[in-house]
């Protein structure tokens, strides 16, 4: 009888754990951008006049970068920095002599893997998750 | 001799429950809902990072006047019972962010810094089904002035 009642507490509890949230969270912040970025198609002069896209602002590349944020504890607890972020855009910018980043647009959408991993591996309670982050722009120079 | 197969020669068929449960599981992660976060309408600069002008380290002291934390969410969440399922279903795009924006600037010499940009996306599972799916991304800043403000404080 005693292994009816362990067999049906275990059951439980594995039932309890399955049901939770895979997924994770990124945070950008930019701290080691040398160049300004906008996420508007305008940026300021030194004057603090503003410069808008088309007029004083003459874009001279596109800049994309694909980065996946990875997370655990029901994505809770982030596993990703984002200076590659701040890297690949310094390194866009001069690579274009540019000036500055405006229009940045960032896309995020969940991992595929999140589903994947929720079915079999749910039992656990630290289940990897991820988001899929595209990050663009338009890299500009003065007219 | 026929060409269907029946639910029964199906079911004899060995592994084919787990792998049906594995296909089920693998689509309803399968379909998108992203979220995008930009500022292209805005006709002011939304400054990101420590550099806030073009060829130039200069900071200007600004003095902020209120925060924002703006969210563009999508997301799909399903509950209820055994007789009744209710879903949300809840798609915002990335023009939230200039409505929010230009709601908030009372001052055309007003400065707006984001200091972080977020992302999220989580699926919340109960076995192999998958009721909430949750995609947002936003921003999280203030709307500063360059002169100072009676009830804001200095950055």
Known sequence: MKKIYLSFILVTIMISLSACTVGARGHLNFADAKYPISLSPALYDQNDNVLLKGKQLNVVGKFKYEKRFWGITYAWIRMSGSKDVDEAINDAIAKKQGVGLINLAITTDGCVSNSIMTFPFSILPVIPGCTDTIIEGDIVSMK | ?155
Do not use: W
């Not at chain 2, 004899?12 to 500022?39: D, Y």
């Not at chain 2, 969410?73 to 879903?87: A, C, K, L, R």
């Not at chain 2, 908030?104 to 009721?131: G, M, Q």
């Open chain 2, 1 to 155: 001799m026929s060409n269907t197969i029946s639910l029964n020669e199906i079911k004899k068929m060995p592994m084919m429950g787990p792998l049906l449960l594995f296909i089920v599981a693998l689509l309803s992660g399968c379909s998108s809902l992203s979220t995008t976060t930009t500022a292209k309408n805005m006709t002011r600069p939304v400054m990101l990072g420590p550099i806030q002008h073009v060829k130039s380290n200069k900071k200007t002291p600004l003095y902020k006047k209120m925060d924002f934390d703006i969210t563009v969410e999508n997301s799909i969440v399903t509950s209820g019972g055994q007789y009744q399922q209710t879903t949300y279903v809840t798609e915002e795009s990335a023009e939230k962010i200039d409505a929010e924006l230009m709601r908030k600037l009372d001052s055309p010499k007003d400065k707006i810094v984001v200091e972080t940009l977020f992302v999220k996306s989580a699926r919340a599972c109960f076995l192999v089904f998958c009721n909430s799916r949750v995609d947002y991304s936003g921003i999280e800043g203030g709307i500063y002035s360059t002169t100072p403000v009676s009830t804001g404080s200095s950055k």
